[in-house]
């Protein structure tokens, strides 16, 4: 059993591919991922969070067609995030491969023009999960509700991990959660301007069998200490 929580935990991955629009999401399948999430730990049990389901194929082309403007902000901190081999990454073991990104965002002295002659489309899904949380509640005092916002990731989390184990394709968007974009998804989904997008969710099944690419992870002893900051590793 602790084996295959730990298998399910790391196969669990970003699946950015296309979807199969033949194949939507069985409502059953939804339900489980959404009960998942709601068995999320939340600070105080607040669950401040509602889950808008998707799939309705006209909303999802009007979604689809949103452009959201990308900053510079964004490339320049994006570029930190980047290897440009998979030696590079593999030695990093945080981070992206730049790969993955446009041509564009891989120069951190791009410009706008040039940022903006990049297809930033979607590609497809049956299904889009849009999380939002009410930012005028906050978890008792947590500073910028801190502790609010973790407990959006816990149930991000635990819906991801169900997700894989239906063997749903899961891949958060969250360009879809700032600036114009989310003003418009609001707009299309009759969001009330109150609540704020945390980000929209890609679900479906992979057009062309499982995304692989190179997942890496930090090891446990590069990251623990063991009584003492600086001790490293479990003694
Ligand atoms: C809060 C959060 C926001 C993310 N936003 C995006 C995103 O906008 N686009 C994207 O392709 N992946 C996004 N990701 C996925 C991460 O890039 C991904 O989890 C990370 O690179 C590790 O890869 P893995 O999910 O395959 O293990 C996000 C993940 C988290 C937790």
Same mark, same amino acid.
């Given at each position: 059993?602790?084996?295959?929580?730990?298998?399910?935990?790391?196969?669990?991955?970003?699946?950015?591919?296309?979807?199969?629009?033949?194949?939507?999401?069985?409502?059953?399948?939804?339900?489980?991922?959404?009960?998942?999430?709601?068995?999320?730990?939340?600070?105080?049990?607040?669950?401040?969070?509602?889950?808008?389901?998707?799939?309705?194929?006209?909303?999802?082309?009007?979604?689809?067609?949103?452009?959201?403007?990308?900053?510079?902000?964004?490339?320049?901190?994006?570029?930190?995030?980047?290897?440009?081999?998979?030696?590079?990454?593999?030695?990093?073991?945080?981070?992206?491969?730049?790969?993955?990104?446009?041509?564009?965002?891989?120069?951190?002295?791009?410009?706008?023009?040039?940022?903006?002659?990049?297809?930033?489309?979607?590609?497809?899904?049956?299904?889009?999960?849009?999380?939002?949380?009410?930012?005028?509640?906050? $978890?008792? *005092?947590?500073?910028?509700? %801190?502790?609010?916002?973790? #407990? =959006? +990731?816990?149930?991000?989390?635990?819906?991801?991990?169900? $997700?894989? *184990?239906?063997?749903?394709? %899961?891949?958060?968007?969250? #360009? =879809? +959660?700032?600036?114009?974009?989310?003003?418009?998804?609001?707009?299309?989904?009759?969001?009330?301007?109150?609540?704020?997008?945390?980000?929209?969710?890609?679900?479906?099944?992979?057009?062309?069998?499982?995304?692989?690419?190179?997942?890496?992870?930090?090891?446990?002893?590069?990251?623990?200490?063991?009584?003492?900051?600086?001790?490293?590793?479990?003694?």
């Amino acid at each position: 059993m602790m084996q295959e929580i730990l298998k399910l935990i790391r196969e669990r991955q970003s699946t950015r591919s296309p979807f199969d629009m033949t194949r939507s999401i069985a409502k059953q399948d939804l339900e489980q991922i959404l009960e998942a999430g709601s068995w999320a730990p939340t600070a105080h049990n607040m669950q401040n969070f509602e889950m808008i389901v998707v799939d309705d194929p006209n909303l999802l082309a009007m979604i689809g067609k949103i452009k959201n403007p990308i900053s510079i902000e964004f490339i320049k901190e994006n570029y930190q995030q980047l290897s440009f081999s998979e030696d590079e990454l593999n030695q990093k073991k945080v981070g992206i491969l730049a790969t993955r990104f446009p041509t564009a965002w891989r120069n951190p002295d791009a410009t706008i023009d040039e940022l903006m002659a990049e297809d930033r489309s979607l590609p497809p899904s049956p299904t889009m999960l849009i999380m939002v949380y009410d930012p005028g509640k906050r $978890a008792p *005092a947590s500073e910028g509700d %801190f502790l609010g916002i973790i #407990s =959006l +990731g816990c149930a991000t989390e635990n819906m991801w991990l169900m $997700a894989e *184990a239906l063997g749903i394709g %899961f891949h958060i968007v969250s #360009s =879809l +959660g700032e600036g114009p974009a989310e003003k418009e998804v609001k707009r299309i989904l009759g969001i009330p301007d109150s609540l704020k997008i945390v980000y929209a969710i890609r679900l479906g099944y992979p057009v062309s069998g499982p995304d692989k690419y190179l997942r890496v992870r930090r090891q446990v002893k590069d990251f623990s200490h063991h009584n003492r900051y600086g001790s490293k590793g479990l003694k």
